[in-house]
């Protein structure tokens, strides 16, 4: 496989990825399912993931199904590595890889979000737009747990700042944890 084909299809396959977690994301933060980019999103990538959801029902609110699925796609982008000769063959690593980088991914995501988010609350607070009403119900989702610890005060949320400073903390620690597995950070999409 040339080096060029391995890129088009490691792309296509992170792609897929980045939707998956979108999707599970808007599932576990409980968004607006009517939003049409939220629609447009899942009539996508929710395919796979209805099959694995028959036998693995969400749990809490989290969709493992999603994560499954993300997992699985990103194992298949690692053994195109191993099929290009970057990677040598380890069914185990290539799983761990697997799940750190959706791990780290989901992260990642939910930091945009938030930053989105403030932004947006700042800027454009009741803009009718769907990408705006969808990234400030996911923001607003994710910082509803850290408002019980501190509560907004004179108007101002300073939620976002405990929410920061936990997903950093979480973040360092996974990504520290896939570098120490050996996972090349050049390979995975959550680098």
């Given at each position: 496989?040339?080096?060029?084909?391995?890129?088009?299809?490691?792309?296509?396959?992170?792609?897929?990825?980045?939707?998956?977690?979108?999707?599970?994301?808007?599932?576990?933060?409980?968004?607006?399912?009517?939003?049409?980019?939220?629609?447009?999103?899942?009539?996508?990538?929710?395919?796979?993931s209805?099959?694995?959801r028959?036998f693995?029902?969400?749990?809490?609110?989290?969709?493992?199904?999603?994560?499954?699925?993300?997992?699985?796609?990103?194992?298949?982008?690692?053994?195109?590595?191993?099929?290009?000769?970057?990677?040598?063959?380890?069914?185990?690593?290539?799983?761990?890889?697997?799940?750190?980088?959706?791990?780290i991914?989901?992260?990642?995501?939910?930091?945009?979000?938030?930053?989105?988010?403030?932004?947006?609350?700042?800027?454009?607070?009741?803009?009718?737009?769907?990408?705006?009403?969808?990234?400030?119900?996911?923001?607003?989702?994710?910082?509803k747990?850290?408002?019980?610890?501190?509560?907004?005060?004179?108007?101002?949320?300073?939620?976002?700042?405990?929410a920061?400073?936990?997903?950093?903390?979480?973040?360092?620690?996974?990504?520290?944890?896939?570098?120490?597995?050996?996972?090349?950070?050049?390979?995975s999409?959550?680098?």
């Amino acid at each position: 496989m040339s080096e060029a084909t391995f890129y088009l299809f490691k792309a296509l396959l992170d792609v897929f990825t980045l939707g998956v977690i979108l999707n599970f994301l808007f599932r576990l933060l409980k968004v607006d399912y009517f939003n049409p980019i939220v629609q447009g999103i899942i009539k996508a990538v929710d395919y796979p993931s209805q099959l694995i959801r028959s036998f693995v029902k969400p749990v809490y609110g989290i969709d493992f199904a999603a994560l499954i699925i993300a997992i699985l796609i990103q194992s298949a982008a690692f053994y195109l590595a191993v099929v290009a000769g970057s990677l040598d063959y380890d069914p185990s690593k290539i799983t761990i890889w697997s799940l750190y980088s959706v791990l780290i991914l989901c992260l990642k995501v939910s930091f945009w979000v938030m930053l989105a988010g403030i932004i947006i609350s700042w800027v454009a607070n009741d803009h009718k737009h769907p990408a705006i009403r969808l990234i400030l119900q996911m923001s607003d989702s994710i910082f509803k747990p850290f408002r019980f610890f501190l509560p907004p005060v004179g108007g101002l949320d300073f939620s976002p700042i405990l929410a920061f400073i936990a997903l950093q903390y979480l973040e360092s620690m996974f990504t520290s944890l896939a570098l120490g597995s050996g996972m090349p950070y050049w390979l995975s999409i959550a680098f």
